[in-house]
């Protein structure tokens, strides 16, 4: 496996553990329809969360939530809209992204963006 897809791997237990420890009850991760795919999906406060997780292991090229492109955004809503169709109920819905910075000295950066909007 390339050292991007575990760093990626990683980031993903961890922010399903952060999640959790902030009162997020995870529904589903990986979930995928086709080709579209949601990291996690989540819901707190009577509120739906699909998110996105993106990890880095340093800024040098940039911060990890720089790397969510509107065509990725994109496919977030499809995939959303999928989810949506085979599960009836939610009035309230958010897109989010959760950057996390990992850090060899074990202080991992959290940055939770909801709401995100194209």
């Known amino acids: 496996m390339a050292i991007h897809n575990e760093t990626g791997k990683q980031g993903e237990e961890k922010a399903a553990r952060w999640l959790r420890k902030r009162d997020f009850e ?22 739906l969360h699909f998110i996105e997780v993106k990890t880095r292991t340093s800024n040098h090229f940039g911060y990890p939530e720089e790397e969510v492109s509107r065509g990725k955004l994109r496919h977030m809503i499809d995939a959303g809209v999928a989810w949506l169709a085979l599960h009836h109920g939610w009035k309230r819905v958010r897109y989010d992204i959760l950057a996390i910075r990992l850090n060899t000295a074990g202080k991992d950066e959290y940055l939770l963006i909801e709401d995100v909007y194209l």
């Open 26 to 47: 995870i529904l589903e991760r990986n979930w995928r329809c086709g080709h579209l795919e949601i990291d996690i999906i989540a819901t707190k406060d009577q509120y």
